[in-house]
């Protein structure tokens, strides 16, 4: 963990460093990995990840370990497996992409001006991927604590920059890991892909209360992973280092490469709608976006990356990327398997995943999208069981919901759809005679739909799917089957 050199400030001043380093990492026979990081050579960090490995055994083709023995339930019950060294040395790229895509914790502390790798330096996809995570990837960061730019480190490069070529769609041949975080969206996600034919198991890092439960309604295998941060992060950031929201998803698909790899999957297959890909608020010639990570940008970037590195690895791709977050929502109210296990609030959701919130908090933005978009497509005493409240009829609760629309202010920094998605919600309640009573849905129609042009938020355009994605061709007919009705 972190360690300082004698003589060490009290108070952290994030301007007295120069340089952000790489220094080391390691992944051994037991899925422990070690990650390393310096600011100078004054304080060093380490932060580490486990992968818990699936069981000694192959799949129905010899290739890989079996995770069907666990159908349902935990894919580590068995003899304990332990990784060959040459097993470790084919995932060489995917640990070194993890070691440097997780570093932006650490870097954004100081926001040192110079960028120093102890090892080789990434190729260029990767050092391209770094380069927009570390500035763009901050930007919520830069806003919300007023400084006067963005972040823009230079990421030096092991070999000259090329000009980027298209990639060729990637098609999973066989299996399929998918990452779950409790909410909606990852459980469309896992039933497109369980749909399709695909060999699926889940993945998370960490087992907070609504992973399990979306797990156990799946009854699907579950690789899982632990993180710990270096516990020298929270003591800075009390000492007066910069400090706020990360590209955390990006590191998310770092570490599920890493598990799939490592377990013998084709791909991983998130669940990003077309929504994560709207920004906020535009800063320093920027659109800030809260889900900068989910983006199809990212996304693009990340495969390049991952092409580069592991050529015979995994890829990764949002299987919800033609969908709108309306038409997510219109899905899920149809997987009444999921209702009783999900929850996407965040409202005391902190670095460690277990202190999510096994329920709603009901005051937050994402509390208030998840209940406006699932509404149009649900029953109002059916809503009230799930949250504990009906939000729409809460008359102080109308300020928080007209913001989604940005009237009001920007569209809040949490994970919610665009404005348009929010617009078109509100114009289906307010002619759906279940909640055109209910107060907030009143005073939406009659103060805030006014404020947009009649063809703002038409229903049947957000319910569109579109076809900027990566989402390979075997998987389409279902992403229209679950997504497109």
């Known amino acids: 963990?972190?360690?300082?050199?004698?003589?060490?400030?009290?108070?952290?001043?994030?301007?007295?460093?120069?340089?952000?380093?790489?220094?080391?990492?390691?992944?051994?026979?037991?899925?422990?990995?070690?990650?390393?990081?310096?600011?100078?050579?004054?304080?060093?960090?380490?932060?580490?990840?486990?992968?818990?490995?699936?069981?000694?055994?192959?799949?129905?083709?010899?290739?890989?370990?079996?995770?069907?023995?666990?159908?349902?339930?935990?894919?580590?019950a068995g003899p304990e497996r332990e990784l060959s060294a040459d097993e470790r040395s084919r995932v060489d790229g995917l640990l070194a992409l993890l070691h440097w895509v997780a570093g932006v914790s650490y870097y954004k502390t100081a926001l040192a001006p110079s960028i120093e790798f102890d090892a080789a330096a990434p190729p260029p996809a990767a050092a391209a991927l770094l380069q927009a995570l570390y500035s763009e990837g901050l930007g919520e960061l830069a806003y919300t604590n007023a400084l006067p730019a963005l972040p823009r480190p230079r990421f030096p490069s092991s070999t000259a920059p090329q000009p980027p070529s298209p990639l060729t769609p990637y098609t999973p041949t066989r299996r399929v890991l998918v990452p779950v975080g409790g909410g909606k969206d990852s459980a469309v996600a896992l039933e497109i892909v369980r749909r399709a034919g695909c060999e699926t198991a889940l993945f998370s890092i960490g087992q907070a209360a609504p992973i399990a439960r979306t797990v156990a309604a799946a009854g699907l295998p579950w690789l899982r992973a632990t993180r710990t941060l270096d516990p020298a992060l929270s003591e800075l950031n009390a000492a007066g280092a910069i400090n706020g929201h990360v590209p955390v998803t990006a590191i998310v698909c770092c570490v599920?490469?890493?598990?799939?790899?490592?377990?013998?999957?084709?791909?991983?297959?998130?669940?990003?709608?077309?929504s994560a890909s709207a920004g906020n608020v535009s800063f320093d010639g920027v659109q800030v976006n809260h889900q900068f990570s989910k983006s199809m940008r990212v996304e693009r970037l990340l495969n390049a990356a991952l092409a580069e590195l592991s050529p015979a690895g995994p890829r990764v791709f949002s299987v919800l990327?033609?969908?709108?977050?309306?038409?997510?929502?219109?899905?899920?109210?149809?997987m009444a398997r999921y209702h009783a296990a999900f929850t996407s609030c965040n409202a005391i959701f902190r670095l460690d995943p277990l202190l999510?919130?096994?329920?709603?908090?009901?005051?937050?933005?994402?509390?208030?999208f998840v209940f406006l978009a699932l509404a149009p497509f649900s029953e109002p005493e059916h809503l009230r069981e799930l949250f504990g409240r009906d939000l729409l009829d809460e008359e102080a609760q109308f300020e928080g919901f007209a913001l989604l629309t940005a009237t009001g202010g920007h569209k809040p920094f949490e994970c919610v759809g665009e404005e348009q998605e929010s617009i078109a919600a509100i114009r289906l309640l307010a002619v759906d005679p279940r909640w055109r009573e209910h107060a907030v849905v009143r005073r939406l129609a009659a103060e805030v739909l006014p404020r947009f042009a009649p063809g703002d938020g038409d229903p049947a355009a957000v319910l569109e799917l579109d076809e900027d994605h990566e989402v390979p061709g075997r998987l389409m007919a279902e992403v229209r089957a679950v997504l497109g009705s």
Not at 321 to 334: C, W
Not at 356 to 368: D, F, V
């Open 256 to 274: 599920a490469a890493l598990a799939a790899a490592l377990n013998g999957f084709d791909a991983v297959a998130m669940a990003n709608e077309r």
């Open 1 to 76: 963990m972190a360690t300082r050199t004698a003589g060490a400030r009290a108070l952290f001043d994030p301007s007295a460093f120069a340089r952000f380093r790489f220094t080391s990492r390691t992944l051994d026979a037991h899925g422990r990995v070690s990650l390393g990081y310096a600011l100078d050579d004054a304080i060093h960090f380490e932060e580490r990840f486990e992968l818990l490995l699936a069981p000694v055994g192959g799949d129905a083709t010899g290739q890989g370990p079996d995770v069907h023995a666990a159908r349902g339930a935990d894919a580590h």
């Open 356 to 368: 999510r919130a096994s329920s709603w908090c009901c005051e937050c933005p994402k509390c208030r």
């Open 321 to 334: 990327r033609p969908a709108s977050e309306l038409a997510i929502a219109r899905a899920f109210a149809g």
